[in-house]
């Protein structure tokens, strides 16, 4: 009878695929993040590369390369972990609207480990504002500190309520504006007759170049949220 299980179980080896157990137990080859399944090309300038990510509930990203210093901006809530190669493996969890900042080159991959997708943009900065005057706080801010702020970038939430506007002030750097929510608005430029008004969805993205004096009005129903991220 020993006889015949032992048949039965080499029967059952011989039935799996080629490579089935190679394959789980070989770590993963790490690829562009532009041949990642997960990252969409957003928008790319000489200054930075904007990646749409989106990781379902339950999936998990190839491992890929960062190559360049990056900015995070949350549009979704999840949970993630993270393996990054050389750091041991973390879970985190992952709020909207947040700004992180990766440094430098790494390897890593996430898998969301929560209940919803998860959703952001990835800017890679891929070098300095050259050119650019010297950093300073704007006239008449919108927020009166940055959400963020290091060497290379910083960073201002922008809410605004139904009917509510900004005093009118100056963005000195170029940057990148990222709709958190949906909303109409009405810009008016220093030097313009008239305001420009825009109506955004959700992850909507825009370049600015170079300095800009204006003021923002929430012309919908609903509040509005924006994320400037500012190149140094």
Not at 40 to 47: A, D, H, I, L, T
Not at 134 to 144: D, G, M, T
Not at 200 to 206: A, I, K, M, S, Y
Request: aromatic residues 8%; proline residues 7%; neutral net charge.
């Amino acid at each position: 009878m020993k006889y015949l299980y032992l048949l039965i179980l080499l029967l059952a080896l011989a039935l799996v695929p080629t490579g089935t157990w190679s394959q789980s137990n070989s770590p993963q080859s790490p690829v562009e993040i532009k041949g990642e399944a997960h990252h969409y090309p957003k928008f790319e300038n000489e200054f930075v590369r904007v990646w749409d990510v989106t990781v379902p509930a339950g999936d998990t990203t190839l491992r890929h390369i960062h190559r360049n210093d990056n900015v995070v901006v949350v549009l979704g809530e999840a949970r993630l972990r993270i393996e990054t190669l050389g750091a041991a493996p973390g879970e985190s969890l992952w709020k909207f609207g947040e700004v992180r900042f990766g440094k430098a080159t790494y390897v890593h991959r996430a898998m969301n480990v929560g209940t919803t997708p998860f959703h952001n943009f990835t800017i890679e900065l891929l070098k300095p504002n050259a050119g650019a005057p010297a950093p300073s706080i704007p006239k008449e801010p919108i927020v009166s500190t940055p959400v963020f702020e290091n060497e290379r970038v910083r960073a201002f939430e922008v809410t605004l309520e139904p009917g509510q506007s900004t005093s009118m002030h100056t963005h000195v750097l170029s940057g990148l504006a990222i709709a958190l929510t949906p909303g109409q608005i009405e810009v008016t430029t220093q030097g313009k007759n008239s305001p420009d008004r825009l109506d955004l969805p959700l992850g909507d993205l825009r370049w600015r170049a170079g300095a800009v004096t204006h003021t923002i009005k929430n012309v919908g129903k609903s509040r509005f949220s924006a994320v400037d991220v500012e190149l140094k």
